[in-house]
């Protein structure tokens, strides 16, 4: 975060903190300041600003806190982020443009065992699940075998001998799985099946 979005962060939740509320809430912006003024606690919810770097970060401050929930904090609505920050621990994600204001509902809904995601990034969850469906009935069981055995990273032999088939059966449902969704190659079936 930037010093500007430090401070509005700060005030948003002094300005929603008006009640008699039982959650005590520090704002620490880096690791170095946990480490300096608080080192026996652990804090129970962290907010993750992944602005400007890896979304691998998550998984990193996840094994340095392994039982602090971890809510995103970023401008960055790219469904594969959204979904490898998940991947990597996170609880929650919220888009700084929608949800400063809601900051505190959203600390309080974690630690109610809940997850809070904007809800421009949860529709598109959704319509990326139902795309996936979509996707998923034009295919035979076998063809979505196979699509499944690439997307895992299995090699065509790898295939043939998971699904005790010949590695001409497997080119033969690559090639009509190709057809029906009118791509040419194993990057653009997988950017299809997990867009």
């Known amino acids: 975060m930037d010093e500007k979005e430090r401070i509005q962060t700060k005030e948003n939740i002094s300005k929603n903190d008006k009640s008699e509320s039982t959650i005590p809430i520090h704002v620490l912006f880096d690791q170095d300041t946990l480490a300096s003024s608080r080192r026996n606690q652990i804090p129970d919810v962290m907010i993750l600003d992944i602005d400007h770097q890896d979304s691998l970060i998550v998984e ?27 991947r990597q621990g996170a609880v929650g994600y919220m888009l700084k443009k929608t949800c400063l204001q809601s900051l505190k509902n959203a600390i309080t809904m974690t630690l109610g065992n809940g997850s809070f995601i904007s809800p421009s990034v949860n529709r598109a969850l959704i319509e990326q699940a139902f795309s996936a469906k979509r996707s998923e009935n034009l295919l035979t069981a076998r063809e979505l075998q196979i699509a499944n055995g690439i997307l895992e990273g299995l090699s065509y032999k790898m295939i043939a001998q998971k699904y005790a088939i010949s590695l001409d059966t497997v080119r033969i449902y690559i090639k009509r799985i190709y057809r029906k969704f009118q791509i040419n190659s194993k990057g653009e079936l997988i950017a299809q099946l997990t867009a």
């Open 60 to 86: 990193r401050v996840k094994s340095l806190f392994p039982r602090a929930e971890i809510l995103v904090l970023t401008n960055n609505c790219d469904i594969r982020v959204v979904r490898s920050c998940f």
